[in-house]
């Protein structure tokens, strides 16, 4: 049967198919769902860690009467400031930006719990689900007047009373003083840290060195205030618009580009990465099973090539739609919830050339990698020659993926302007760059010089698919090839 012109029809049909393959397969879900799986996992564990963690009772038989007080005073400070950084991430996520002022005050003259009702009223929804963090250290008076009589609390023959429940004591801080010198003891039978060890730890070095400090004549506040008067450096950027926000100062909002380049360029790599190894595998899999050669009966080369580009390109932004879907709903909260200054970042970031850009050089990239995959995967006989071939493309794409934090630091490098033009760096060092403002020209020659690239790979990719189908690959058929073809020679035996 003979195919005359290409057929739009055949090539959807392919598309399909490679589509709905891998899609109707648990495998699949399981893939684009498990990372985000992990990362609820990874939120939930301290929660969850938290709340399995039991309650600990301990007691500090203070023979100086001096120091049992402030570590349990410590205890409490430290917890109050633990409460106070949670309550203000999670308010990053509950107050709009127009109260975010009004939060401020109140968290910073009312305290945190006045916070949790600003929150809990402003947004009862979210309230519900709000789950702050707690110490599970409860301290308890002595039992006893001397430590030999509470170590049976400790060993559990006897129970403090809490309440109406009797509970085991899980230690007892000993405080007194021998030869001059105080000397703390802790009885437990936990043969783990314990957070109160690491507590009177921390109070004692704080003690010893405000003691050093007051014996030259100065104390802890004194030099807290005298460190926030060291000068500290702005820096300013001439070529930057005087009547804008801050002057002509840099601030985060000018370095936040940069972020957001790099992460969209990173998004781009993985993007490219899973779906050539997507066709490299559909590829090899075809070949094994003869599913190429029926194919070939009603089809062309290029119905063939062309269908399996534009399936597993649909396939690759199925397997990403929960993470496109995140950024969505993160710029979303990031417009309703952030500073003005990440809210300015993101509205120069993501500005109409950036978009552009980015949806150009997605494509090209997935074009040029795409048909180097489909190639190497027609070569393959086996996935061992499939992996043996996979590995060399993914140290240099793991090699053009370190023009992302060159970009960060340096934009202005050398090594930036040439992997620019690089057609296997092109796309992640053209986007990575555009925060810095280059010419037109220059990121235009850079989609130019990979359009001619994917152009040249696609004839050349097309051909060795041709061979590599035909003739069932291999190292030394591709060689055998390439002296009768290019060479023009005859192949030795």
């Known amino acids: 049967m003979t195919n005359s012109g290409f057929s739009i029809r055949r090539a959807y049909l392919i598309a399909r198919r490679d589509f709905l393959g891998y899609v109707r ?75 975010r002022a009004e939060f401020n005050k109140i968290i910073d003259e009312q305290g945190a719990e006045a916070a949790i009702d600003f929150i809990k009223k402003e947004n009862p929804r979210f309230a519900r689900y709000m789950n702050f963090p707690e110490s599970k250290l409860r301290f308890t008076d002595p039992p006893a007047d001397n430590i030999e009589d509470i170590k049976p609390y ?39 840290s314990n957070s109160l060890v690491n507590l009177t730890n921390r109070y004692f070095s704080r003690l010893a060195s405000e003691e050093y400090l007051q014996s030259a004549g100065l104390s802890r506040s004194a030099l ?16 930057k618009l005087k009547t804008a926000t801050g002057g002509q100062a840099l601030t985060f ?9 790099a992460i969209l360029s990173m998004l781009l790599w993985l993007t490219i990465f899973t779906g ?10 075809e070949k094994i099973n003869k599913v190429l050669e029926m194919l070939l009966a009603s089809t062309r080369f290029s119905e063939i090539f062309v269908g399996k580009l534009v399936g597993v390109a649909a396939l690759t932004l199925t397997s990403l739609s929960p993470w496109i879907l995140l950024a969505i709903l993160g710029l979303f ?54 992996s043996t071939l996979m590995t060399p493309m993914m140290l240099l794409m793991t090699a053009c993926i370190l023009v992302v934090p060159l970009g960060m630091t340096t934009p ?47 004839w050349f990719a097309g051909r ?24 023009r020679r005859k192949p030795s035996k």
């Open 25 to 99: 397969t648990w495998g699949f879900w399981l893939t684009t769902f498990g990372p985000l799986i992990m990362i609820g996992l990874l939120m939930l564990a301290p929660i969850v860690m938290s709340k399995s963690e039991p309650t600990r009772y301990a007691t500090i038989l203070d023979e100086t009467g001096i120091h049992g007080v402030a570590i349990r005073n410590l205890a409490q400070a430290e917890n109050d400031r633990v409460l106070e950084m949670a309550v203000r991430e999670v308010s990053k996520l509950t107050v709009r930006t127009e109260d």
């Open 154 to 192: 400790v060993l559990g023959e006897k129970f403090i009373t809490n309440g109406t429940n009797s509970v085991k004591l899980h230690g007892a801080l000993h405080l007194y003083e021998k030869d001059g010198e105080i000397e703390a003891d802790f009885w437990t039978t936990s043969v783990v």
């Open 224 to 239: 807290r205030v005298a460190e926030t008067k060291a000068p500290n450096v702005i820096s300013y950027n001439p070529a």
């Open 253 to 261: 909002e000018d370095s936040f580009p940069y972020l957001v380049a």
């Open 276 to 285: 050539a190894y997507m066709l490299l595998v559909s590829m090899v899999e």
């Open 333 to 386: 909260g990031a417009s309703q919830f952030g500073d003005s200054a990440m809210v300015d970042g993101l509205a120069i970031a993501l500005d109409q050339r950036m978009i552009m850009f980015l949806v150009v050089f997605l494509v090209l990239g997935f074009l040029f990698y795409g048909t180097i995959f489909i190639a190497l995967g027609s070569l393959a006989e086996s996935m061992q020659d499939a």
């Open 412 to 458: 202005d490098s050398p090594i930036l302007h040439a992997a620019q033009w690089f057609p296997f760096s092109a796309p992640f060092a053209a986007i990575i760059r555009l925060p810095a403002d280059p010419p037109l020209w220059q990121t235009l020659g850079s989609a130019l010089s990979l359009i001619l690239s994917s152009f040249a790979v696609l």
């Open 464 to 487: 060795i698919f041709q061979h590599g189908v035909l003739t069932g690959g291999g190292a030394a058929s591709v060689k055998a090839w390439f002296i009768r073809t290019i060479l």
